[in-house]
């Protein structure tokens, strides 16, 4: 029986755009887009970021080194943010998988900033009975030590999860971690997943 199912957040539940936030951080700091990426990138300070080796105010004070240009803690933040559409098809999959008693578990590789913008601007968030972030746990997926403690807090047996993720890699680390997976790529085939293997019936149309 399912009991626990596990969503990724970045294109599932929301979809983002990198290449909008390397534009919107170069229009607010005055810097040019390369000279973003590689800061982000190259130096590795978005990795360090989303494992919360760094907060908030320190990549602000970083990009505020490299720059001549005044702008704000509140205006770097919302270019950075300001990037995710919200996958409007899932939520009624997730709403009727919490009304039939599932637990729902949200597993992340994200930032501080980017999961506070999704968290206070999309509600589905708040259906979450828990949430593994990397930027809390220092994991990053696909390491195996973010799915364990996942498993930690499933409140069931591994057999009895589901994980759904757009990335192949990340669906066989949790799988060799004991959980059962599914790449997500559309609503309809993670209604189908869902029925082939728990059979879940769907009382509405998604999709």
């Avoid at 999860?161 to 085939?189: H, M, W």
Wanted: proline residues 4%; contains cysteine; glycine residues 4%.
């Amino acid at each position: 029986m399912l009991k626990t199912v596990y969503f990724d957040l970045g294109n599932v539940l929301c979809f983002f755009d990198h290449s909008k936030m390397y534009q919107q951080i170069a229009m607010c700091c005055g810097l040019s887009i390369p000279h973003v990426k590689k800061i982000l990138l190259t130096d590795k300070i978005q990795e360090s970021y989303d494992l919360g080796k760094i907060d908030t105010q320190n990549v602000y004070r970083l990009f505020k080194s490299k720059s001549s240009k005044f702008f704000s803690l509140h205006e770097f933040t919302d270019a950075m943010s300001d990037i995710f559409t919200p996958n409007i098809e899932l939520w009624p999959v997730v709403e009727y998988l919490k009304q039939k008693g599932l637990r729902l578990v949200l597993i992340s590789n994200t930032c501080e900033s980017h999961y506070n913008r999704i968290y206070s601007t999309y509600p589905i968030l708040h259906l979450f009975d828990h949430k593994i972030l990397s930027f809390e746990t220092g994991f990053l997926k696909p390491d195996p030590r973010i799915f364990e403690l996942a498993l930690q807090h499933s409140q069931c047996l591994p057999t009895e999860c589901f994980y759904t993720d757009d990335i192949p890699a990340f669906i066989r680390s949790a799988k060799r971690a004991g959980l059962k997976g599914a790449l997500f790529t559309d609503v309809p085939s993670l209604k189908n997943t869902l029925y082939h293997l728990w059979k879940i019936k769907f009382s509405y149309r998604v999709g």
